[in-house]
């Protein structure tokens, strides 16, 4: 074992020893890493991720956004915030994870990606270690750490995804949103082993729609993926204020507190920051970016 791998080791175990002190259960200091994700991109994952994290915080839960999608990364913008830097930085020891992250106005503190995060398949050993130390330090600093995932099942997607605790998937009632979500938790589930999902289901008219969307995914797991299992979380309506929102570079929760889309949120958020009595956890952060790195060698 060279030395490098020693030391990757090292860190695995002392994630171990601290998710083996609290127990089986689990541990109100460990943070719950949940991933955003869907199959189909521009389904709301980033407006929901935001706004779920700002309610969250409301609740006095610590959150974290890692904002993971490689590609128009913007969940810096409907914060309006502009990061100098990114999680390229902290791989090229440049700065360390504290610097990097920016707080939003909400004490949500978000970790901006830019391109980085696609880089994550070439970094070298040492590198690696590099992040694994520093995502060590914020285990202690969250409650709840959202990973803003991207769409699709490109690979860098899946890795994320399977790091995480948690997978919420994202679809509307568009029938490629649907195709797509299936597609995804087929691929998670053959692949990565994930069994266990939440479904959000965004822009819909009536909760009947959503329980139509629900309904039609879980289905289609029941007869083809039958170990996997689809939570349903919750809905959120199409909502043009949510848009007006987005316009304005800002959250719907700050611009339009009563609307609908507000609303469902908080209720989302409310049911999602209770711990999960089933998931695919692997306990902490450093678990998160332990398994990153070994799906990426
Ligand atoms: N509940 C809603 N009602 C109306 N419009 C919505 C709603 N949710 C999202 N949108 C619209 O969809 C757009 C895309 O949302 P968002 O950027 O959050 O999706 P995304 O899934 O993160 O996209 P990507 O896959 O590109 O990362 C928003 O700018 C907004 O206009
Ligand atoms: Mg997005």
């Known amino acids: 074992m060279n030395q490098a791998k020693g030391l990757q080791r090292v860190v695995k175990d002392q994630a171990l020893s601290m998710r083996n002190a609290a127990g089986s259960t689990g541990n109100a200091c460990l ?3 949940i991933a955003v994700t869907s199959g189909k991109g521009g389904v709301g994952k980033t407006n929901i991720v935001a706004n779920a994290a700002v309610s969250l915080s409301r609740m006095g839960k610590r959150v974290i956004i890692i904002d993971a999608d490689v590609g ?34 909400h004490g949500v503190r978000i970790l901006p990606g830019g391109s980085g995060f696609s880089d994550l398949t070439r970094l070298g050993e040492g590198e690696k270690l590099n992040l694994l130390t520093e995502f060590e330090t914020l285990s202690d600093q969250a409650d709840i750490i959202f990973v803003d995932t991207g769409a699709g099942i490109s690979s860098n997607v899946l890795y994320f995804n399977s790091a995480c605790d948690e997978c919420v998937v994202i679809a509307t009632s568009e029938p490629t949103s ?10 998670m589930s053959r692949e990565y082993g994930t069994m266990y999902f939440k ?17 039609s995914l879980s ?6 993926l039958k170990n996997v299992v689809l939570e349903y979380v919750g809905y959120i309506p199409f909502d043009r204020q949510l848009q ?8 719907v929760l700050d611009n339009f507190p009563d609307s609908v889309s507000a609303q469902a949120i908080n209720e989302i958020a409310a049911i999602l920051g209770k711990r ?14 332990s398994k990153v790195f070994q799906t990426t060698t």
């Open 199 to 215: 479904l959000i289901v965004n822009m819909v008219d009536s909760e009947a729609d959503a329980k139509r969307v629900y309904a």
């Open 178 to 187: 649907i195709t797509d979500a299936y597609a995804m938790m087929k691929v």
């Open 31 to 33: 943070p719950r890493v």
């Open 72 to 105: 128009l990364a913007n969940i810096d913008i409907i914060f309006n915030l502009r990061p100098e830097f990114n999680i390229r930085h902290v791989i090229s020891s440049e700065k360390t994870l504290k610097e990097v992250m920016v707080q939003s106005k």
């Open 244 to 251: 007006q929102a987005v316009q304005k570079r800002g959250l």
């Open 276 to 289: 999960p009595i089933k998931n695919n956890s692997n306990g902490n952060l450093t678990f998160f970016m």
């Open 219 to 224: 289905g289609a797991l029941d007869k083809f």
